[in-house]
């Protein structure tokens, strides 16, 4: 099959270096601490996260960090198969862990010492992507709990199809049985945090597509930076909810420059909304 034309358009007329639409909300579960819905495509995801509060399980208690936990599912909805998986499936518990670790390297676990995270991660709709899009919502919704952080996570997948690097594949081209590369990286910081490859590529080939999907994680960081601009505007005045999405990227993380949030009122935010730890 081809998945790429002559003229350099793929199946959904896409560029090959070209992503899909990407779409964010904040707060779309009142009732946890933080919560977001993102999109690419027609990948649609929603994340919640409760924390930090009490462990509850004490033995599972780490006394000098945050206890990280992630539970993945896909909605029975979610693809045309509506055939039910069974809870904690292979996939779902290999799913899970990722995402967890990859959280685990941007939350600065060690100012929340004796507390537990939970982030959950629902597949709404899936097209392809589903991997970066639950990373990409897991993040945002971790902004929006203001969990102290070194850097937003961002997360885009590549792969190599008729002889052509794809950028964000769909699930057609996803199970085409090509190489396909999933990155995960903290942009401000510059570091990868993230890296999985399904199949074998030539170290030249490997490294054009990587390169691809870093570049798509960078896209998807600028989108998140014009998707705050959007929701509180230039002129929002430091106010108590712009804070709350983005100290967590401030004074904690020595980046408060970035956001153009003064150190003092970061400090006073975080005095105002930390929690004695027993």
Same mark, same amino acid.
Request: hydrophobic residues 40%.
């Given at each position: 099959?081809?998945?790429?034309?002559?003229?350099?358009?793929?199946?959904?007329?896409?560029?090959?270096?070209?992503?899909?639409?990407?779409?964010?909300?904040?707060?779309?579960?009142?009732?946890?601490?933080?919560?977001?819905?993102?999109?690419?495509?027609?990948?649609?995801?929603?994340?919640?996260?409760?924390?930090?509060?009490?462990?509850?399980?004490?033995?599972?208690?780490?006394?000098?960090?945050?206890?990280?936990?992630?539970?993945?599912?896909?909605?029975?909805?979610?693809?045309?198969?509506?055939?039910?998986?069974?809870?904690?499936?292979?996939?779902?518990?290999?799913?899970?862990?990722?995402?967890?670790?990859?959280?685990?390297?941007?939350?600065?676990?060690?100012?929340?010492?004796?507390?537990?995270?939970?982030?959950?991660?629902?597949?709404?709709?899936?097209?392809?992507?589903?991997?970066?899009?639950?990373?990409?919502?897991?993040?945002?919704?971790?902004?929006?709990? #203001?969990?102290?952080?070194?850097?937003?996570?961002?997360?885009?997948?590549? #792969?190599?199809?008729?002889?052509?690097?794809?950028?964000?594949?769909?699930?057609?081209?996803?199970?085409?049985? #090509?190489?396909?590369?999933?990155?995960?990286?903290?942009?401000?910081?510059?570091?990868?945090?993230?890296?999985?490859?399904?199949?074998?590529?030539?170290?030249?080939?490997?490294?054009?597509?990587?390169?691809?999907?870093?570049?798509?994680?960078?896209?998807?960081?600028?989108?998140?930076?014009?998707?705050?601009?959007?929701?509180?505007?230039?002129?929002?005045?430091?106010?108590?909810?712009?804070?709350?999405?983005?100290?967590?990227?401030? #004074?904690?993380?020595?980046?408060?420059?970035?956001?153009?949030?003064?150190?003092?009122?970061?400090?006073?935010?975080?005095?105002?909304?930390?929690?004695?730890?027993?």
């Amino acid at each position: 099959m081809e998945y790429v034309s002559p003229e350099g358009l793929r199946l959904d007329g896409r560029r090959s270096m070209e992503m899909r639409q990407l779409r964010a909300q904040i707060g779309a579960v009142a009732k946890a601490d933080g919560s977001a819905v993102f999109e690419m495509g027609n990948t649609k995801v929603i994340a919640a996260v409760y924390g930090p509060r009490e462990v509850q399980n004490r033995n599972q208690q780490i006394s000098d960090q945050a206890l990280v936990r992630c539970e993945y599912s896909m909605a029975n909805f979610s693809t045309g198969d509506r055939m039910r998986k069974p809870k904690g499936d292979r996939r779902s518990t290999e799913i899970s862990l990722v995402i967890r670790q990859t959280m685990e390297a941007c939350i600065l676990t060690h100012l929340m010492p004796r507390s537990q995270i939970d982030i959950y991660v629902q597949v709404l709709q899936a097209d392809g992507g589903t991997r970066s899009a639950c990373i990409n919502a897991a993040t945002l919704a971790l902004a929006d709990a #203001g969990i102290p952080m070194r850097d937003l996570v961002t997360s885009c997948s590549a #792969g190599y199809l008729n002889s052509t690097p794809l950028l964000d594949l769909n699930y057609v081209e996803d199970s085409a049985g #090509g190489a396909d590369i999933t990155v995960g990286i903290l942009p401000k910081l510059d570091k990868v945090t993230l890296l999985q490859m399904d199949a074998k590529l030539p170290v030249d080939i490997f490294e054009n597509v990587m390169q691809l999907a870093i570049e798509g994680c960078k896209a998807i960081a600028n989108y998140i930076g014009e998707f705050k601009e959007n929701i509180y505007g230039s002129d929002h005045k430091y106010n108590d909810s712009y804070i709350r999405f983005f100290f967590s990227l401030a #004074g904690v993380a020595g980046e408060y420059q970035a956001t153009g949030i003064p150190k003092r009122l970061i400090v006073y935010y975080w005095l105002k909304n930390s929690k004695p730890h027993a």
